[in-house]
Nanobody, 125 residues
């Protein structure tokens, strides 16, 4: 099992930036893929970005391509989500997740085994 703790959320104006972090503990961090998801009020959880165990493969939702960057530091057991050019539609609770049985990330939430508690991101217009 993997324990995940997100941080870095907050309130930002449209066009601003935030950097989310997700610290992992438990199983060897470099063994598995990681993903970021988000959930807006009244909506289903949606995939934002995913990264392979080595960082060599990265996937993004179309809605965030060119604005968000996912990265990981296996020495620090941490995955990051750099969010630039934020829009009000990016508002929601952001979750990191670990897919312990895959080295390549999936865009499907049911593929992930462990989840953090989430961090709130609010973008004002």
């Amino acid at each position: 099992q993997v324990q995940l703790v997100e941080s870095g959320g907050g309130l930002v104006q449209a066009g601003g930036s935030l950097r989310l972090s997700c610290a992992a503990s438990g199983r060897t961090f470099s063994d598995y893929a990681m993903g970021w998801f988000r959930q807006a009020p009244g909506k289903e959880r949606e995939f934002v970005a995913g990264i392979s165990w080595s960082g060599g493969t990265r996937y993004y939702a179309d809605s965030v391509k060119g604005r968000f960057t996912i990265s990981r530091d296996n020495a620090k057991n941490t995955v990051y989500l750099q969010m630039n050019g934020l829009k009000p539609v990016d508002t929601g609770v952001y979750y990191c997740a670990a897919d312990q049985w895959a080295g390549v990330p999936s865009g499907i939430s049911s593929s992930y085994d462990d989840w953090g508690q989430g961090t709130q991101v609010t973008v004002s217009s």
